[in-house]
């Protein structure tokens, strides 16, 4: 058990070493260059808020987003 959380955590790990204004900003670009699909319906905005709690923040605090 503990090997597969170390893996787990070497994977998920590098997203929360990036600072909130740098996922803002990808964030951004993602939602401009995102195509709205037919078989998507949330917005893009609602999809990365509803990652987790910190994407839900950032996201909250990028008034641009939405």
Known sequence: LSKALLEYQSVVTPIRMIPDDVLSEIFLAQVVDSPDYMFNKAPAPVVLAGVCRRWRSV????????
């Open 59 to 66: 996201c909250l605090a990028t008034p641009r987003i939405w």
